[in-house]
């Protein structure tokens, strides 16, 4: 069968769609439920009513995030199933457990906790009806950590036997796959991310409303918290990228050797800024290289041997027989890149922003703003102009989106750097679709799911930008009192309720 | 009784959850179309399951999960061989919750009806091939030696499965509708009961002969009694509704639907798929499930998660146990 169209072929592209649109919302969904549930911690305990405010605009943009991300997740606990029927049954026994987890556990929370919160205002009493945001930003993690350990078992598997009998691989140690270092340092690095991009998000957001002078009390507390956010996230992410990398390099070769493009082992190894080669000759035509620093992202010091594409193929051939174990290196070495750089551009930003608009820290006395005013932004001793400024505003504004795109390519990386393996050193690709279902039905689901998503795009983001223009709302008396009996107070029984679908 | 048993028990008690939660809330959306009579009456529907329709889904999502980690065979059979049904399952679970979370976002007339439509058909379809996937699950379907389907779509639409699918359609309508009685205030009320009693009595008559034609193929003695438990259980349910007991016409229907899918899957036990070219190519709980360490953790999971979840969903029900009516409804968009 023609390649392009083949099922393998097929089943790829709808994973790869469904999942990156999956998880558009989901780092979002993950970040922005903390900050919520921070910023309504901040009412509770002080009262502030700027702060309420800020939950009921974050936590509206939250709910209108995370309700994709609820729905497009339903099709990755079935997909397994669906296009993957031979994965599922080799690897079910160890897979299906960390999914199990994560639905009986996680998606519980999440799902009961946020209709509590949704519908709880007027419901619940303070404090309840605080703790059930809480519970759905854990329910996020938890859920999180599940489905990325078993991932990491994809990547690295562990805590298994192959059953030859049976023809598949068992679980021997479960808990070995939920606190495997690629688990946890895959868990840290997708968190770190996941506030990298809330913090974006709520830094465009605040800096569109601070640019136009606009709800100024609640984008100031906004923006603050979104630098926070953004710098610590950003730095994590750094941090933890680092070690996945090392990770990555003892346990996956080949996908950090096409991540550099470096066709040939070398010692030291550089990293390499800018190449453009010959895939099929297995060499670079054009490279820009820094010398010694890609033997530091290995092994942490500037002489180690590195080895190359070539030299990895060559010692899997060796170990897994006659076959072609690169990746689509291209892709490899830009996903790789633009992962790095679009997440590191949001950091700068981030980091930038902080020290313009810090409070104290070596600002002159004159240049100190109250609540309602907007934050001067001044870079040493001065205020920057207000084409500077405005420059600064416009630029957080236009990188809400760039950790998004990071997100995206670093799973693009990951998961077709592993390639031609679903469960590295175990499994390909090729051995694990279904073998009952035919190219017509993949191409109707693979068709469905993209033209559905789309339309559902639009849709979402048009609600986004509607919401995010609006900006913060009024608030009414039953905001500002809520109930102190379980079930709401019974003072008028025909009152409206404070949220309806 | 081994463990792969008692995971055949807990996925049908996981089914069975899923079929009690979100049959009433699947029902509710049908109800958007054949009971309101106007937007605001639409509304009260839609916010009587507001706050717990997205728990309901989640033991569908449960489900899928402990049956890959205990039964993945099943799973990979189940869901490669139906895969166009649950593909158009997929697409209006996905409209649907979009649908609800999305609908009063905006205050344009166009936008909120389109999304009413679309929650009347996610509603009504969903409740309808979940019937018809389950009708081909009890009766068998054509599966190869290595339990590959090897049938068609067309083959997954014979008649004793689409009267499957209409059970599961009218009986949750039914339950939609007692439950809709039990959560509403005022005239919405008094014409859901007089509703409950129709769809009960088609519900009556179509269950009845599913369940006698699903007893005389492969029935015994314990879905005999499953049988006739769920007959009674509905009478009764009947009854209640015409009594103007709500709370208990809603437990009976619940009843229902618990003695009902008891019966397909005690008729099923020890088969979980089987195989109509070949009694040896059934998948059954023997050469469906996982190996005994992960049965035995997926069983600590159960044990420990399941009584939480039941006590903190049960939580939310009592929380929002008030009445609705029109008057509740706020003119607002949000």
Redo the contacts between chains.
Sequence with gaps: MDLALAPETLARWQFGITTVYHFLFVPLTISLAALVAGLQTAWVRTEKEKYLRATKFWG?LF??NI??G???G??Q??Q????W??Y??F???????P???????A??FE??????W???WD??PKKIHLACIWMVSIGTLLSAYFILAANSWMQHPVGYRI?GEKG?A???D?WLVLTQNTTLNQVFHSFSAAFLTGGAFMVGIAAFHLMRKKHIPVMRTSLRLGLVTLAVGGLFTAISGDTLGKVMYEQQPMKMAAAEALWDGEEPAPFSVFAYGDVDKGHNEVALEIPGLLSFLAHSDFESYVPGINDTNEALQEKFGPGDYKPIVPVAYWGFRWMIGFGMASFSVGLLGLWLTRKKFFLPAAYRTGEDEVPHLVLLKKPLGSRLTRLYWLAAVWTTAFPLIANAWGWIFTEMGRQPWVVYGVMRTEDAV????SQA?VI??MT?FTL?YAV?AV?EVR?LV??VKAGPPELSDSDLNPPTK???DVRDA???????? | MELHDVWFVLIAVLWTGYFFLEGFDFGVGVLTRLLARNRAEK?VL??TI??????N??W???A???T??????W???????F??P??AI??C???R??A???????PEENWQRNWETAIFWTSLLPAFLWGVAFGNIVRGVRLDA?F???GTVWDLLNPYALLGGLVTLTLFTFHGTVFTALKTVGDIRERARKLALKVGLVTAVLALVFLLWTQVESGDGASLVAFGVAVASLVAALGANQAGREGWAFTLSGVTIVAAVAMLFLTLFPNVMPSTLDPEWSLTVTNAS??P??LK??TW??VV??PL?LL??GW?Y?????R??T????DLV?
Excluded: C
């Design positions: 509206k709910l209108i309700a994709m609820v729905v497009t339903i099709v606990e079935f397994f199933g669906m296009n029927s031979d599922s049954r690897v079910g026994d160890v897979f299906g457990a999914l199990a987890f994560e639905a009986l556990i998606f519980f799902s009961t906790f946020i209709g509590l949704i519908f709880g419901r619940l059953n598949r068992e679980l021997t479960f279904s073998p009952g279902v039905e109707t689901s469905v559905l559902l849709i609600l509607k919401y379980l079930g709401g025909d009152k409206p309720m404070a949220f309806s679908y | 509304r839609i916010n507001g706050p717990v329709w997205d728990g889904e989640v569908l999502l449960t899928g999960g402990a890959f980690a205990a039964f993945p065979e799973y990979a059979t189940l869901f490669s061989g895969y166009l649950l593909l997929l697409i679970l996905i409209v919750g979009v609800f979370e999305y609908r009063a976002k905006r290595d590959e389907y090897v996982s190996s360490y992960t953790i997926m999971l159960a998660a399941t979840v903190y969903q939310t009592w929380v929002f146990r008030k609705i009516g008057q509740h409804i706020a949000h």
